[in-house]
Nanobody, 124 residues
Framework: QLQASGGGLVQSGGSLRLSCAAS????????IGWFRQAPGKEREWVAC????????SYADSVKGRFTISRDNAESTVNLQMSSLKPEDTAVYYC???????????????????WGQGTLVTVSS
């Protein structure tokens, strides 16, 4: 099971940290991805963390502003979001996949398990 948390209301330019809580086994053997879905839009890949080698990847729209990382002590994969923009407003989801192929980690259908989503609202 995955549980996403940390969403909220923040002003443009502000920061938030989202957390995806998972079992240690999940974090050891699954890649974790963050996705978001804004009203009326398709689910969009944001970032991913590969358990196999610790590599990370980001969508161009968030590169340089968001950082994905793993916290072993808390058994979470976190998404630190900075310089937030109104267009970052969405429900953010974390998901897990056993796939280790980087090119597949951007595709929602590659993921087997999904968290419940946490709402991020960025005001202008």
């Amino acid at each position: 099971q995955l549980q996403a948390s940390g969403g909220g209301l923040v002003q443009s330019g502000g920061s938030l940290r989202l957390s995806c809580a998972a079992s240690r086994r999940t974090l050891d053997y699954y890649a974790i991805g963050w996705f978001r879905q804004a009203p009326g839009k398709e689910r969009e890949w944001v970032a991913c963390f590969s358990s196999s080698d610790g590599s990370t990847s980001y969508a161009d729209s968030v590169k340089g502003r968001f950082t994905i990382s793993r916290d072993n002590a808390e058994s979470t994969v976190n998404l630190q979001m900075s310089s937030l923009k109104p267009e970052d407003t969405a429900v953010y989801y974390c998901a897990a996949t056993p796939s280790g192929i980087l090119s597949t980690l951007r595709i929602p259908s590659s993921y087997e398990h999904w968290g419940q989503g946490t709402l991020v609202t960025v005001s202008s």
